[in-house]
C-alpha cells in the first residue's frame, strides 16, 4: 500500500502562483508513475501532469501535462524526500478545482490517491 497526502492548496488571485506538494509513504518502491489530477465543481475530474520514473538507458523522468497547462505548471518529484510537486504559475480562475495527487506502477496507474486539496483563483 502507498498513502499519499497533499498540502500547499489555498486561495490566489489570478496571475498568482501556488506550489503543491505530495508526500508518499509505505511501499514506495513500487511506484513508477505519479501525478495530479483535478476536479472542478460540475465537471469529471481530469488529468494536469504526470511524471514517470527513467528507465535503465535513460535516467532522465518523463513529464506530461494537459494542453490547459502547458508553460504555466510544472512537474517534478524529490526522491529523496518521498515528495512531489506542482509549481502553478498565472493561475487563472478555470484552475480552480480540488487537486488530487496519484501514483502507481507501471502497468496499474493510477492505482492509488490523496485525499485532495482545495485550490481557488479568485479573479
Known amino acids: 500500500q502507498v498513502q499519499l497526502v497533499e498540502s500547499g492548496g489555498g486561495l490566489v488571485q489570478a496571475g498568482g502562483s501556488l506550489r503543491l506538494s505530495c508526500a508518499a509513504s509505505?511501499?514506495?518502491?513500487?511506484?513508477?508513475?505519479m501525478g495530479w489530477y483535478r476536479q472542478a465543481p460540475g465537471k469529471q475530474r481530469e488529468l494536469v501532469a504526470t511524471?514517470?520514473?527513467?528507465?535503465?538507458?535513460?535516467?532522465?523522468?518523463?513529464?506530461n501535462y494537459a494542453d490547459s497547462v502547458k508553460g504555466r505548471f510544472t512537474i517534478s518529484r524529490d526522491n529523496v524526500k518521498n515528495t512531489m510537486y506542482l509549481k502553478m504559475n498565472s493561475l487563472k480562475p478555470d484552475d480552480t478545482a480540488v487537486y488530487y495527487c496519484?501514483?502507481?506502477?507501471?502497468?496499474?496507474?493510477?492505482?492509488?490517491w490523496g485525499q485532495g486539496t482545495q485550490v481557488t483563483v479568485s479573479s
Open positions: 509505505g511501499s514506495i518502491f513500487s511506484i513508477n508513475t
Open positions: 511524471i514517470t520514473r527513467g528507465g535503465r538507458t535513460n535516467y532522465a523522468d518523463r513529464t
Open positions: 496519484n501514483a502507481g506502477p507501471y502497468n496499474d496507474y493510477p492505482r492509488y
